[in-house]
């Protein structure tokens, strides 16, 4: 692509991103959920993938997929984390090139906290999010006479996740509404086209659900409610949270600083209404938007959920910065100054979550997976008996060819861990591990223990016949400061002659 003088600062910018992005991500340590999909990738066919896993899973498979060829390929398990990193610098190059913001806004999107870290150096499934809602914003223009395109995009986007799944069902929503006022002036071929694309919509709809319909033995942290009191203050806490402008995460909630950066994010949220609403955009943001708030109150919401709002948000100001009136009235210019104010805040305030996240991963173990997997190799282990507790050991066996545990499907393939509570061998009690005789008990560590003290220097508990050896720490980080243990304790069986 050739490029004018006044954008070289296009190419610079992405290079500068690529740089820092290839830094981070051979610094990361993967934790429980990027090494569950990469071993349901290498160890499942795709037929099982689709008609048995996935519905554990409770997401669907498209990610899987996507890691299907490098695992399939026994390309060394550090391909997650590079697969990840290619599609966040696609992402990223396509937001420099072709959304319609201001070049400020450029600069900073590349190094803000999702499209920098947590959707891109984290290898999840949600890294094809920005991916296909900007190629959706970029068809949005064109969907009234290529529907076939627009809808693909769409069917993509409801294959990545849950979140994606009801985003695409609100943009298709609110553009079979916009087909259906056309209709009177759409050719005969036309037609054709659209009702075949919702045909094909809903034929994946089906598929998804019979896919993803939870099995009677399902074991999941989503707990089902048919309580909506809580749909103001638990779905929109975390649309707020998505384009929040709290710099600090653990400022106290009576600070003045924390008070008005609480009150900018809601200032901020509904100012964009009413730019949407000018913008003839508000359908399309609020439809998602609800199904969304409905997801997160009656069954599951973590934090790293907000980037799907965040991505919706963005998803939403692209199409209203694209669609520019023939004559601006007074008001809509001014509304478009402050979204592009806010849209600068938000974006500043997530590139110093991206530069706390970058710090830490690289000073620090995000997961203590891979020390402990290299402790494993370097002191020959494999081939003892070695016991695990805690669901989340899982994420070291990536790193070897078979199932190093005794005690997880009677040390067999597959390595992936199953969310069922009747086909799931695994006895997890370290207390009880004298039946299984191990040479080496490996103890998972997170917040949740009670047995466990939040502090750097973890306590572990003592297991009768064995001592322990070494304490492997990780930390999950979340914006600006660690947010979830993930450490390993290592302990080995006390020799008789000792």
């Known amino acids: 692509m050739r490029y004018q003088k006044r954008d070289l600062w296009i190419p610079a910018v992405f290079a500068v991103y690529v740089v820092f992005l290839s830094i981070a991500v051979v610094n990361h340590e993967p934790w429980f959920d990027e090494a569950q999909a990469w071993l349901l990738a290498r160890d499942a066919s795709p037929f099982s993938l689709l008609s048995e896993y996935m519905r554990y899973e409770g997401s669907p498979a498209l990610w899987h997929l996507v890691l299907m060829l490098p695992a399939k390929l026994h390309l060394p398990y550090f391909s997650l984390n590079l697969t ?42 949600y890294v094809l999010i920005p991916l296909l809602l900007f190629l959706t914003a970029m068809a949005y223009r064109n969907k009234s006479s290529h529907p076939y395109v627009f809808v693909f995009l769409l069917i993509l986007l409801s294959n990545v996740s849950l979140h994606g799944a009801i985003i695409a069902i609100g943009i298709m929503g609110v553009h079979a509404l916009d087909t259906l006022r056309k209709w009177s002036t759409l050719s005969s071929t036309s037609r054709i086209k659209h009702v075949y694309s919702v045909i094909a919509f809903g034929v994946m709809m089906l598929l998804l659900f019979l896919q993803l319909k939870p099995p009677a033995d399902i074991i999941t942290v989503a707990a089902f409610s048919k309580d909506l009191s809580h749909f103001f203050s638990g779905g929109l806490s975390i649309i707020y949270a998505s384009i929040s402008l709290n710099t600090v995460l653990n400022i106290k909630s009576d600070n003045m600083f924390f008070i008005f950066s609480k009150l900018l994010s809601r200032a901020a949220f509904f100012s964009s209404l009413l730019w949407f609403g000018f913008r003839k955009r508000l359908m399309i943001f609020l439809t998602p938007l609800i199904g969304l708030c409905l997801l997160f109150t009656m069954i599951y919401a973590n934090a790293w959920h907000q980037g799907t709002v965040f991505y919706l948000w963005l998803f939403a100001l692209w199409l209203s910065f694209e669609k520019e009136p023939k004559e601006a009235l007074p008001p809509q210019k001014i509304m478009k100054g402050v979204m592009t104010s806010a849209l600068v805040l938000v974006l500043a305030v997530q590139c110093y979550w991206a530069y706390s996240s970058f710090r830490f991963d690289y000073r620090y173990s995000y997961s203590a997976s891979r020390e402990a997997a290299k402790y494993i190799k370097e002191n020959r282990l494999e081939g003892k008996r070695i016991f695990m507790s805690g669901f989340h050991t899982i994420s070291i066996l990536p790193y070897f060819s078979h199932n190093l545990f005794c005690n997880y499907n009677n040390g067999q393939s597959p390595c992936f861990w199953l969310w069922s509570g009747k086909n799931n061998v695994y006895s997890e009690r370290y207390l009880d591990v004298g039946k299984y005789n191990p040479d080496i008990v490996i103890l998972g560590i997170k917040n949740y223990s009670k047995e466990i003290a939040t502090s750097q220097n973890t306590w572990v508990p003592e297991i009768p016949g064995y001592r322990f050896v070494r304490l492997f720490n990780g930390n999950l980080f979340w914006k600006d400061q660690p947010f979830e243990k993930d450490s390993f304790a290592f302990y080995e069986r006390i020799s008789k002659k000792q």
């Open 84 to 125: 990840a990193g290619l599609i966040s610098a696609v992402s990223v190059y396509i937001f420099l090139h072709h959304s319609p913001f201001p070049p400020v806004v450029k600069v900073l999107y590349p190094f803000s906290f999702f499209a920098f870290y947590q959707y891109a150096v984290v290898a999840r499934s």
